[in-house]
């Protein structure tokens, strides 16, 4: 079992930067693929981007490429999302998933593919 806490949400205009944690309980963090989805009002949840739990492996939805960034530190027990020239459209509620694997070089794009949930945390983008 783990639980996972985000934090790091906020309002901020067009164009600013925000970064997303996401605490995760327990002993084996190191072996949890981690993913952050987001939600947006009246929209499914949808995909942003992943990590294997060795941190080698990275994956990304096409419409976050090239602003955001993925990263983990195992020692911390932290998965972070470092989000860059944000837009409007990035306005919605960021989780974070957890995935306990032995592949060290798995990643997941869909949101069935994660065990474990965090809360969320609003983000919002004013333009």
């Known amino acids: 079992q783990v639980q996972l806490v985000e934090s790091g949400g906020g309002l901020v205009q067009a164009g600013g930067s925000l970064r997303l944690s996401c605490a995760a309980s327990?002993?084996?963090?190191?072996?949890?693929?981690m993913g952050w989805f987001r939600q947006a009002p009246g929209k499914a949840r949808e995909f942003v981007a992943a990590?294997?739990?060795?941190?080698?492996?990275?994956m990304y939805a096409d419409s976050v490429k090239g602003r955001f960034t993925i990263s983990r530190d195992n020692a911390k027990n932290t998965v972070y999302l470092q989000m860059n020239s944000l837009r409007p459209e990035d306005t919605a509620v960021y989780f974070c998933?957890?995935?306990?694997?032995?592949?060290?070089?798995?990643?997941?794009?869909?949101?069935?593919?994660?065990?474990?949930w965090g809360q969320g945390t609003q983000v919002t983008v004013s333009s």
């Open positions: 990590i294997s739990w060795s941190g080698g492996i990275t």
């Open positions: 327990g002993r084996t963090f190191s072996s949890y693929a």
């Open positions: 998933a957890a995935n306990p694997t032995s592949n060290n070089v798995w990643v997941g794009s869909r949101s069935f593919m994660y065990d474990y």
